[in-house]
């Protein structure tokens, strides 16, 4: 398995020693969103209760400290490192609306392939796992 | 139930790449108190810096005249109808294309019953003279791969021969389920309940 060096994963410069690891998972999940997002046939992702939760604290925390917060709406990762043989392992869900012009089926093979190349290509790491999970199909009317 | 997968959620906690979870180092943080482990451990103190911020954060936040969001309410009700949709869901096989299963499976893949449902409705409000009234749609246990649609319509008189209007209903439903969500018709069971008169001109 590929064990690449998380202090290179990510990171606002200035930030202390350690937190590009602590960052981790919001960078790919910045990734893995913008992945999704730019997929043909999403019409856009949809958070959670949890996400939403998370996206209000995080435009508060926009709004005091004035440090942005990407955009990782509807999109869950976990990032885990083996203690022992530092291997990393990434899983992403997302959760999402399809335009309904191409079969969600279809488009939702797309998303875990666009995913896995998007996260692999920043970091390295290729996901194991990606779950996509639709929520609506838009229909006219 | 989206209360519950929230509450199971919050009680699995968020490991740090250590193990240790970031709500002990925040209770560590709150009670003053730090043991050996997260002395020496770089994933604590980074995650104590973060709290500490976040702490700071939330002290500003209290004094914050900031009215809530226009669309608060629409995204908390979003966020779920969608937590909702997420616990009814029907698997769904990736595919490419061609209508090829994708390899290598990279993950699950499930689609909302309730969003099912509406590509069905959809479908059967487009034939003249139909409504779509109740819809249920589950996995077709006699044919892998497919789903079973159970609806009932009502027909508006002189709209054309039941039998005619009912055979247009269930090949457009085929056709939007596997134009529009990427997999095949099993039975599709239809039963006429009710005819509405036509209106006059």
Redesign the interface.
């Given at each position: 398995m590929t064990t690449p060096d998380?202090d290179h994963i990510g990171g606002h410069p200035g930030d202390?020693?350690?937190?590009d690891?602590?960052v981790t998972q919001i960078r790919v999940a910045e990734v893995a969103a913008a992945a999704a997002r730019s997929t043909p046939g999403v019409a856009h992702l949809?958070?959670?209760?949890?996400?939403?939760v998370q996206q209000l604290g995080a435009?508060?925390?926009t709004?005091?400290?004035g440090r942005p917060r990407p955009d990782t709406a509807g999109t869950e990762v976990a990032?885990?490192?083996d203690?022992v043989t530092g291997a990393v392992t990434v899983?992403?869900d997302v959760?999402l609306v399809v335009d309904?012009r191409r079969?969600?089926?279809?488009v939702?093979?797309d998303v875990?392939?666009r995913i896995?190349g998007a996260v692999y290509a920043a970091f390295g790491v290729a996901?194991g796992?990606?779950?996509?999970?639709?929520?609506?199909?838009a229909?006219?009317? | 139930m989206?209360v519950n997968?929230?509450g199971d959620?919050?009680r699995q906690g968020h490991?740090?790449?250590?193990?240790r979870l970031v709500e002990d180092v925040f209770d560590d943080l709150d009670r003053g108190r730090i043991d050996d482990h997260g002395r020496t451990c770089?994933?604590c103190?980074?995650?104590r810096?973060?709290l500490t911020?976040?702490m700071e954060?939330t002290r500003?936040?209290v004094d914050?005249p900031?009215e809530p969001?226009p669309n608060l309410l629409d995204?908390?009700m979003?966020?779920?109808?969608?937590?909702g949709?997420?616990g009814e869901?029907l698997p769904?096989?990736?595919?490419?294309?061609t209508g090829a299963a994708?390899v290598p499976d990279?993950?699950?893949?499930?689609?909302?019953r309730?969003?099912?449902a509406?590509?069905v409705r959809?479908a059967a409000d487009t034939v003249d003279g139909v409504r779509a009234r109740s819809c249920r749609v589950t996995v077709d246990d006699a044919d892998v791969g497919a789903l079973r649609i159970e609806m009932t319509l009502s027909l508006r008189y002189g709209a054309g021969p039941a039998n005619e209007l009912v055979e247009t209903v269930r090949a457009r439903i085929g056709s939007a389920l596997?134009?529009?969500?990427?997999?095949r018709a099993g039975a599709v069971d239809l039963e006429i309940v009710d005819v509405w008169p036509e209106e006059g001109p």
């Open positions: 998380l202390g020693p350690g937190d690891r602590l949809q958070q959670g209760l949890w996400g939403l435009e508060a925390w709004r005091v400290t990032v885990r490192v203690p899983t992403v959760m309904g079969p969600a089926a279809v939702a093979g875990q392939r896995g996901p796992r990606v779950s996509v999970h639709i929520t609506d199909v229909v006219p009317g | 989206a997968e929230l959620h919050l490991p740090l790449p250590c193990g770089v994933h103190a980074t995650a810096r973060s911020t976040l954060a500003a936040l914050d900031a969001p995204r908390i979003q966020a779920v109808r969608a937590e949709r997420r869901a769904l096989v990736p595919i490419d294309d994708v990279l993950g699950p893949v499930d689609i909302s309730q969003a099912v509406a590509v959809y596997h134009g529009q969500v990427g997999v």
